[in-house]
T-cell receptor
Framework: EPEVTQTPSHQVTQMGQEVILRCVPI?????FYWYRQILGQKVEFLVS????????KSEIFDDQFSVERPDGSNFTLKIRSTKLEDSAMYFC???????????????FGAGTRLSVL | AQKITQTQPGMFVQEKEAVTLDCTYD???????LFWYKQPSSGEMIFLIY??????QNATEGRYSLNFQKARKSANLVISASQLGDSAMYFC?????????FGTGTRLQVFP
């Protein structure tokens, strides 16, 4: 069964360092997302991406964050200068369709746990 | 205002029994989608079931069913014949534009 793959599963970094979280979405999916979940809290939307452009982003997704689809398979989230409060589980998700009338199921990866020290 | 409300922080159920996890939502849209995801202790988010606002029948997927009451704006998840492996966090979510908005989750514990 196709799945969303995220690497690494756990990333430890020092405050102020740049990190890149990687995702390989399901191959025929066209819509990609990043969410985060601070420990013990609910899952929060960060950004959606379609046709090589950001289609929507949340207030959390400030100038320190960027996303990229560098080739036909990978989808990355970069945090330019990490802060302590960036420590969270980061989930990548993908969906086949994005329009509101469609049964748009977002399939999630297993997540990358980011620890900022 | 909360878009998705899950009022049960924790639920216990005995193996083989059925359990209902509550979810209410708030939207003024006519067309929307509701989802349930399971998050085991390993952390991944697993899609369970989907209900579209225009679907005439309640969604079912194996042991999972969704008790959709549109007038009450509720979309409760029913798990029948609970198994020990069902112990996990369960999140209700609603689609709004591109994104999913999640509730705070319910921790379900299944005991023998």
């Amino acid at each position: 069964e196709p799945e969303v793959t995220q690497t690494p599963s756990h990333q430890v970094t020092q405050m102020g360092q740049e990190v890149i979280l990687r995702c390989v979405p399901i191959s025929n999916h066209l819509y990609f997302y990043w969410y985060r979940q601070i420990l013990g809290q609910k899952v929060e939307f960060l950004v959606s991406f379609y046709n090589n452009e950001i289609s929507e982003k949340s207030e959390i997704f400030d100038d320190q964050f960027s996303v990229e689809r560098p080739d036909g398979s990978n989808f990355t989230l970069k945090i330019r200068s990490t802060k302590l409060e960036d420590s969270a589980m980061y989930f990548c998700a993908s969906s086949e369709r994005g329009d509101l009338l469609a049964k748009n199921i977002q399939y999630f990866g297993a997540g990358t746990r980011l620890s900022v020290l | 205002a909360q878009k998705i409300t899950q009022t049960q922080p924790g639920m216990f159920v005995q193996e083989k029994e059925a359990v209902t996890l509550d979810c209410t939502y708030d939207t003024s849209d006519q067309s929307y989608g509701l989802f349930w995801y399971k998050q085991p202790s390993s952390g991944e988010m697993i899609f369970l079931i989907y209900q579209g606002s225009y679907d005439e029948q309640n969604a079912t997927e194996g042991r999972y069913s969704l008790n959709f009451q549109k007038a009450r704006k509720s979309a409760n998840l029913v798990i029948s014949a609970s198994q020990l492996g069902d112990s996990a966090m369960y999140f209700c979510a609603m689609r709004e534009t591109d994104k999913l908005i999640f509730g705070t989750g319910t921790r379900l514990q299944v005991f023998p």
